[in-house]
């Protein structure tokens, strides 16, 4: 049988040590970063929004007032994107939103009538899309032909 020795100083194991170390910070940054169980984590904090009360007062934290009535329906955000999805999902981000983690998922998408937008008094509607409960994105827009636009729910583009 023969045997194998290995001598190690003081300044390899240190070394060793230092490479392991580095190696699980990089394995545990990488898995909290991207394995996120199909849940978008870039939002900063989770916006409830299961209630009527909550998709309200959430609306009225960027000043926007809103018609009593709502309509609500359910819809499926695609697995594949086209430029018009990407564009959108492009706003979402730069309101603190990714729609990527939701592709294929049933959401619930609620439409609001906006009431106080500027000089605009009709067709302009705030979206707020929901998944168990939890707002994932949405837009303020004008529905008009002749003049459409959509924003972020801070009114900036």
């Not at 490479?19 to 199909?38: D, K, Q, W």
């Amino acid at each position: 049988m023969k045997m194998l020795t290995l001598k190690l100083k003081p300044k390899m194991i240190f070394g060793i040590i230092l490479a392991l170390t580095g190696i699980v910070v990089i394995v545990l940054s990488f898995t909290s970063n991207h394995l996120e169980n199909g849940k978008s984590k870039s939002v900063s904090a989770v916006v409830s929004a299961s209630t009527d009360k909550q998709r309200r007062d959430y609306l009225e934290s960027f000043g926007w007032e809103t018609a009593e009535k709502y309509e609500s329906k359910e819809l499926t955000i695609p697995e594949s994107w086209n430029e018009v999805y990407n564009s959108y999902n492009d706003l979402q981000k730069n309101q603190g939103f990714d729609l990527a983690a939701y592709k294929g998922k049933r959401v619930e998408l609620y439409t609001y009538t906006v009431t106080n937008y500027e000089n605009i008094s009709d067709g302009v509607v705030a979206d707020m899309l929901v998944c168990d409960g939890v707002l994932i994105g949405g837009d303020i827009c004008n529905t008009a032909a002749d003049s459409g636009f959509i924003v972020g729910f801070d009114g900036k583009q």
